[in-house]
């Protein structure tokens, strides 16, 4: 081969990688995501597999979790309409309240108008952004539940296709692999504990705060630190600014300041402490991929980003001590 063949090649399969690359931008949170969640479900897939056909069992996960995440959704839909309307029925008399709360400050300055305005322009805008991206966000589950199905069904031969096809000796691959599957365990490990010990927080907080259903806000809000999509946030700020309109100003404050510093900051402080301490990296680089991941992946970047991260160190400590 010339070495002109070589380099049309060698553009040709760069411009092609591009390409796909550009196609499948916008939808590579959802793949990736659907690699993760296909990783925890697979031990299930397999199971089922026995005393069924790989399709059927594939479907059957799949449809477990479309139809898991949609009692949530809709669960939690209805919590929201039934607060609303209660909400409603109560807004008439309001207009006291409101005024006071409105004139509220803090050394001269109008805490809560403007945080009223901050809160009601950023939910407006984010309104207005997610009516723009509902095509996307309808695309984005569809390939993630058509990709959950086929990485269910061919997971195995998948597995062993990438396996064989690393660029390292057959006792390299066994080790990055090894060290792989170590940290994905450490990072599932960690979003259970984080979300069962911010459903306990939030109890207790919801609890103290004198709210009628603590155990009901605890149970939501362990279920929704499990969706990256959504979080802890859409109950304690609701539930928040719903006391500060009735007057409730420690259920309000409370809810709000205790929501921020307690509860989400588990999701950047307490998980990288117990995924690095699982996991071989260091807490440090955990951190990193978090922050980064969100801000690459979007809400699903609490998982993806970690897990790209120390995937991409493991390869390069395994290419450094080759090279040594």
Known sequence: M???????KI??????LVL?????????????FAVIVTYLFLPVQKRLTKVTSRNMSAGIVVISV????????ARGTFILIRELRKFYKVLPDLTVPIEGIHDFEIAGFPVVAEATDLILSRALQYLTDLSFRIPG??????IFFGSLFYLLREG???????????????DQRNRILQKIKKN?????YAEFT???LQGIAGGIIFYLLGHPYPVLMATIIGVLALIPVVGPSLIYWPVGIYGLLVGNYVLGIGSIVAGIVVISSMDYFLRPKITGDRASIHPFIVLLGFLGGIYAFGPAGIIIGPVVLSISIIVIDEIRSEKL
């Open 2 to 8: 010339s070495a002109e063949e070589k380099t049309v």
């Open 11 to 16: 553009l040709t399969l760069v411009a092609l």
């Open 20 to 32: 796909s690359l550009y196609i499948l931008w916008p939808y590579v949170s959802a793949l990736l």
């Open 66 to 73: 479309l139809v898991t995440l949609s009692v949530i959704i």
């Open 137 to 142: 966000l309808v695309f984005s589950g569809l």
């Open 156 to 170: 195995e031969e998948l597995y062993e296709y990438i396996k064989e096809r690393l660029p390292f000796r057959e």
């Open 184 to 188: 994905v365990d450490a990072f599932i």
């Open 194 to 196: 984080i979300a069962f």
